[in-house]
Antibody
Framework: QVQLQESGPGLVKPSETLSLMCTVSGYSISSGYHWGWIRQSPGKGLEWIGSIYHSGTTYYNSSLKSRITISVDTSKNQFSLNLTSVTAADTAMYYC??????WGQGITVTVSS | DIQMTQSPSTLSASVGDRVTITCRASQSVGDWLAWYRQKPGKAPNLLIYKASTLDIGVPSRFSGSGSGTEFTLTISSLQPDDFATYYCQQYNSYFWTFGQGTKVEIK
């Protein structure tokens, strides 16, 4: 059974870069599937940020495309998210997932000085 | 991008009620449609995938139907555990999209 776990800082300063890692267990990323990031601002709905295939092909939400980079490290069975130039609007719970079948538990990220 | 629209946004119901939530896609997604239930502070939990296939361990009171652009999630007899927010999500396109959510409240 595939399991995902997010890690990274819970507090990021405005204008800096938010960097998160997702560690996958129970399944090899190299075997397939798309691996993605989703976020949920307080009291709001789910927003897909972007996804990556094991080959490295990426798919990004057009509203965030200029600020995001998703990469994969198949040797460590991990994939990562970088979101640049963050503002308070990027404060959210961030989930990694391979949809529809598995989600991480989520990590709260607050953007504040 | 494919837009997903859920209705209603909020639904008030009682234990034992039959509840139906609708999800419409801006273009066909085939049957690549999932439904999730989310409780406060928790990650979404998969209920149904491929429009009508119940995930393992999901109670049989949940059912899904539809294909193309119109889908429904039905809860045949609402239980206390079901007061939560429900989301549809398409994965026909690699650019995943979610509906805005339907909050099921106690009447």
């Amino acid at each position: 059974q595939v399991q995902l776990q997010e890690s990274g800082p819970g507090l990021v300063k405005p204008s800096e870069t938010l960097s998160l890692m997702c560690t996958v267990s129970g399944y090899s990323i190299s075997s397939g599937y798309h691996w993605g990031w989703i976020r949920q601002s307080p009291g709001k709905g789910l927003e897909w940020i972007g996804s990556i295939y094991h080959s490295g092909t990426t798919y990004y939400n057009s509203s965030l495309k200029s600020r995001i980079t998703i990469s994969v490290d198949t040797s460590k069975n991990q994939f990562s998210l970088n979101l640049t130039s963050v503002t308070a609007a990027d404060t959210a719970m961030y989930y990694c997932a391979t949809l529809p079948f598995a989600w991480g538990q989520g990590i709260t990220v607050t953007v504040s000085s | 991008d494919i837009q997903m629209t859920q209705s209603p946004s909020t639904l008030s119901a009682s234990v034992g009620d039959r509840v139906t939530i609708t999800c419409r896609a801006s273009q066909s997604v085939g049957d690549w449609l999932a439904w999730y239930r989310q409780k406060p502070g928790k990650a979404p939990n998969l209920l149904i995938y491929k429009a009508s296939t119940l995930d393992i361990g999901v109670p049989s009171r949940f059912s899904g139907s539809g294909s193309g652009t119109e889908f429904t999630l039905t809860i045949s007899s609402l239980q206390p555990d079901d007061f939560a927010t429900y989301y549809c999500q398409q994965y026909n396109s690699y650019f995943w999209t979610f509906g805005q959510g339907t909050k099921v409240e106690i009447k």
